[in-house]
């Protein structure tokens, strides 16, 4: 469901349906270590430089936090829905999860709390992988819906800044250009849309 680089470009995490995470050596193209999640893994992040510590989302309502040199997961946090994504901000002090009780929650990673929810009464989340993303200063956050609207939320203000319309299907994924405020968008009917500066 998922993969990460680790901190050099041979390393691989990934976050599978199986309810493990697998770390994988892309020279030898083997899996050196698995973690026992306990739950299908549908995201998963790397939140410092050194790739030494993974957040990973899961089916069952929690995020986990684990330390890659250990083999158990250091604490985690319960939501009230399945985690279907998780983006972290650029200066790894935010993470983003859209939970399947149609919420996006913005936790701040120095205190593992959660400091802002995002929801609105027409939002629905379209399926349990759909990706939420920041935008790229960390001021907005887009993420897709049920009914083919894309919801893109103030982060600072918690305000709802715009509702594009334009897909005809469940939004499954959204990206942001990373210099400017495009806006990329697909759907399940494999229809992908680039939006303007937002």
């Known amino acids: 469901m998922a993969a990460k680089f680790l901190e050099e470009p041979t390393k691989v995490i990934t976050g599978s349906h199986d309810r493990t995470l697998k770390v994988w050596d892309l020279r030898s193209r083997m899996c050196t270590e698995t973690k026992f999640a306990g739950s299908s893994c549908n995201d998963l992040v790397t ?3 050194a790739g030494s510590t993974i957040i990973s989302g899961h089916f069952d309502k929690r995020i986990r936090f684990w330390d890659i040199r250990t083999e158990m997961s250091a604490n985690h946090i319960v939501l009230q829905g399945k985690v279907t994504s998780l983006d972290l901000s650029r200066d790894s002090n935010y993470l983003l999860a859209c939970v399947r009780d149609d919420t996006i ?3 701040d990673l120095r205190m593992n709390t959660i400091v802002r929810s995002f929801s609105h009464e027409s939002f629905k989340v379209g399926c349990d992988w759909s990706r939420a ?9 887009a993420v897709g819906a049920a009914d083919g609207s894309v919801y893109v939320w103030n982060t600072n203000t918690g305000k709802l800044e715009t509702i594009l319309k334009e897909h005809s299907t469940a939004v499954t994924a959204v990206s942001w250009h990373p210099q400017s405020g495009l806006l990329a968008s697909v759907d399940r009917g ?3 849309l680039v939006w303007g500066d937002l």
């Open 190 to 192: 494999k229809r992908a």
């Open 47 to 49: 939140s410092d430089g």
């Open 133 to 141: 993303a920041f935008g790229p200063g960390g001021r907005l956050l």
């Open 105 to 107: 929650q913005l936790i």
